[in-house]
């Protein structure tokens, strides 16, 4: 079993990378225990925990560094630096990201992803231990490439998954499983598809760690953080891998709606049609308590770390910073002793 940890997703909108040192130090002393840094369309997921790393003792992960978008030995040389900033405290996370991202934005090709992810898992291991590494897999092939800087020590590969597949190499192969944008009650059918692929996989399924970034609205309950949080999910459940993600979740029928209207280029019917339970359930909201309740209950369904994602509706940058600010403390694990 794994003590529950309470984390933060980095970096924090609005604030710059040199800004999230005293950040980060702050975190820290209220009781957050992790950073994990994601990547989109801003900047990059190493540098964001190489400033943590450096200002603080916390663990620091990457949800995710992707695994077409950087070559395997750029991605072990990119792992092995972060790892050597925060020995004994970097988790790597890895996954397949989505279409948009891989064809759209890096001209390649989204193609197996869970056998992409399964190699890269396998040739990450053999390149952080310092191996010369000659690999031949479906997806790519490495000739001899071995890091002049291995890691210290055996950096624990977590693996990003939505569906079976993925979540099947996450248990038969990963040391921990990341998960998103799920309820709840999600999780528990998630979970137990990575404890069952372990456990025929003859590994100990208790030593998976599952970790989740949480979607967190910190804005005060009303029409403007409804408008916001609607949007949120429309931009993500749209994306193919989402829809059938949630299609395998069940959601199928109450979604249909707004898939429907996205198709037909009806942006503000789709947001209208998502269903306020679908709301509630994938996305944390309400006061500073009814958040943190709804936090608790991922992590009674079989969360670990949860890493919250902190969003909010304010457009003006100094109230942007100064909401995210205080519901970082309202929440924070200190706030509760």
Known sequence: MFKKRWALSVPFDGFTNLEHVELAQELE????TDAWSFEVDGIDVFSPLAVVALSTKMRVGTAIANVYTRGPATLAQSAAGIAEIAPGRFELGIGSGSQPIVEQWNNLKFDRPATRVREMVQFLRRALAGERVVFDGKTFSVDGFRLSRPASYEVPIHVAALREGMLRVAGEVGDGCIVNWLS????????????????????????IEITARLMVNIDPPG???????????????????????????????ALQPMWDAWEAGDRRG???????????DLIVGGTAEERRQHILRYMDAGIDTAFLSLFTAETD?????????????????SAYK
């Open 29 to 32: 002393g209220l009781g957050y």
């Open 184 to 207: 709840a009650e999600d999780v528990k059918k998630s979970v137990k598809v990575v404890r069952d692929a372990a456990s025929a996989a003859g590994r100990d399924p208790a030593k």
């Open 223 to 253: 029409p403007e953080a409804d408008i916001v949080m609607r949007r949120g999910i429309n931009a993500y459940l749209n994306v193919p891998v989402y829809a059938d993600f949630h299609r395998w979740l069940g959601r199928g029928e």
């Open 270 to 280: 789709a947001v209208a049609a998502i269903p306020a339970k679908v709301v509630d």
């Open 317 to 333: 940058p100094q109230r942007r910073k100064d909401r995210i600010m205080q519901a970082m403390r309202e929440m924070a694990p």
